[in-house]
């Protein structure tokens, strides 16, 4: 049993689904939505899947940004998924027919960017894509994600979009910049290209068993420092990392019955 307490941001995304399944490992959970509710002492952090560019700007209109990056820092263990992992990295890639890079505040901007869709655009995609996803016909999607056998691994990981088909954001992701990486958004692909996998997480001695995996406008991880430890990988792409106190996935774990990447990531508050 847990017998922790978890702080799990709460301003957008998947984070009921984290919740409940820190609920059923045995924890107590805080879900974080304003200042006051740091005032109890955590013992971990999760940052949930949504969007990105939402949940950055909802931290620092909220006030919750600035607590929390110290709260990282200071080695308060954290479990990011997805769009999680985007608010923990040094540095954001968007590509499209344009690209920029964004680390420290900084903007790299094309001569010509491309058209972006409207914040408003974005937010409803992210809100509806694990429902959307549900519905395509892919079956071993929709059976990893009712918590179904994992699907067989793939032996590399899907390719690259072509930049054409992805749109490059005009809003900068102002995370806590805290994990020494370097994610592309939408890197496997936008709501179209979501898929599952299976993939072994590496563990002290080896090779542990298979996870499931369920990518959804997945980021990719495209560079990591020396000091990055690779959890989980697709032929050599790393999709699950660690450094120090803080795990990084480009995946959703909560939408599969494993608990390995959650028991994990409470083992490190033990």
């Keep these: 049993m847990c017998s922790r307490r978890i702080g799990v941001l709460a301003v957008q995304g998947a984070f009921a689904e984290h919740t409940a399944r820190l609920h059923q490992l045995g924890c107590e959970t805080t879900e974080l939505r304003q200042l006051a509710d740091l005032a109890q002492p955590l ?70 960017p491309a058209a972006a869709p409207s914040a408003a655009t974005e937010t409803a995609t992210a809100a509806s894509a694990a429902s959307a996803v549900k519905q395509q016909s892919s079956a071993p999607l929709a059976a990893a994600i009712a918590g179904a056998s994992a699907p ?33 958004r939408n890197g496997y692909g936008r709501q179209l290209g979501s898929f599952t996998t299976a993939a072994p997480l590496h563990v002290k001695h080896g090779e542990g068993p298979l996870v499931p995996l369920t990518f959804i406008r997945a980021p990719r991880i495209v560079a990591m420092d020396p000091g990055v430890e690779t959890l989980v990988a697709l ?34 508050s033990a």
């Design 43 to 112: 013992d971990g952090l999760v940052l949930p899947g949504g969007e990105s560019t939402t949940q950055a700007k909802l931290l620092r209109d909220l006030g919750l940004l600035e607590p929390l990056r110290q709260l990282v820092r200071g080695g308060l263990p954290v479990l990011g998924t997805c769009a999680g992992l985007i608010l923990l990295a040094e540095t954001v890639e968007s590509t499209g027919d344009g690209r920029h890079s964004e680390q420290n505040g900084e903007r790299e901007r094309p001569a010509r």
């Design 152 to 184: 067989e691994p793939l032996t590399a990981p899907p390719p690259e979009p072509p930049a054409s088909s992805a749109i490059a954001s005009p809003h900068p992701v102002e995370g806590f910049r805290t994990l020494p990486v370097t994610v592309r």
């Design 235 to 268: 032929g050599s792409e790393p999709v699950a990392v660690r450094f120090g106190n803080q795990i990084g996935c480009c995946f959703h774990p909560e939408l599969n019955d494993d608990n390995a990447l959650y028991q994990l990531f409470l083992s490190l």
